[in-house]
């Protein structure tokens, strides 16, 4: 659900109450930016499950974080492996010395080896626990030389030395490392190093071959961009985004603006408007509709079915479902050039 201008400034009418009577002064700017953040989250007319999302750059990985792997072409969608090595190269990983920087825990020493404050490199390589997977490694010999001061810079190191089948096993082993030392602190040990590698090594495998079915995209016509602006096929209503509407004889039927406050980036506010787009036509009973904009981004992600956790998402599946109830929805993606009307009916709105 979406509230409207009127229920937005009753909450925020209430809101201000419940700060001056409920709240400190020091407290009430940080509550105020806290509540214009929250009126900013988009949410989906479907009402889903509540679902963690990660709403920040697109592809986010250790690519972000280390900057060090686009030569090696990684940029599987949904690859576990990103997920841990962003976190150990972040230093978000609950070792014993990031739980004791947090007042969680009052020994940050390494439960296995004893010997020292186990932060994220002495976790995943370092401590002499791990001795025996890293001696039977090919990555030995490197490890001798690599820097010691962080996992992020020894990462660094090492993927400027080894290939992308190396990289691919190398952070295979530091998973099993990690999931050796959680076995170890939750009494659950392992009966064997060596199987437990082995098996992390399958589990990698086997989930490069689901990810591979399931998160990459289908193989699709490429989105056409028209360079100026066409008339729909008969019997269709093309509309766009800030919404206008024509006939196939070129007559424009309707044009509708609308301003929404919220502080998002350009792909989430398009996939907005795109949306409140398709939901006016609907509502004005056009059952036959050609959805046309200058984002290419969104119009791709509207016309590829592809689920993924993102805010963006949210709003690209609220544009399928109702397109699906529709008798006919299709996108097209135009350029600039022709999409002029567009954006001088967003300049209706007055300021």
Partial sequence: ????????????????????????????ARLRKLWRVSLAIPLSLRRPNDAQVWGYTKGWSVLNEVGILA??????????LYHFLW???SGSLATRGRLIEHHIIEDGTCPICQKGIESVHHALIACTGLKELWDNSPFKLHLLDAPVGSFKECFAWLAGRIDKGEMLNFAT???????????????EKWNSLATGVIGFKKLVVDY?????????????????????WQPPVEGHIKGGMYYRAWSESGEVLAVAVQRQRGAWKACLAEALAAR???MVAKRLGYSKITLEGDALTVIQKIRVCM???TMEELIFEDIREIGSSMESFNCNHVKRSGN???????????S
């Fill in 1 to 28: 659900m979406e509230c409207g201008k009127r229920g937005t400034r009753k909450l925020e009418r209430s809101s201000q109450v419940i700060l001056i009577t409920s709240f400190l002064p020091t407290d009430q």
């Fill in 71 to 80: 030569r090696e072409g990684w940029t599987m969608e949904g690859d576990m």
């Fill in 87 to 89: 976190r150990a190269c």
């Fill in 173 to 187: 082993l530091t998973l099993a490392a990690w999931a050796y030392k959680n076995a170890w602190v939750f009494r």
């Fill in 208 to 228: 490069q071959k689901y990810a591979d079915r399931v998160f990459r995209r289908a193989n699709t016509n490429p989105c056409s961009s028209l360079s100026r």
């Fill in 276 to 278: 409140w787009g398709v």
């Fill in 307 to 309: 689920r993924s956790r």
């Fill in 340 to 350: 002029t009307v567009a954006h001088f009916a967003a300049r209706l709105m007055p």
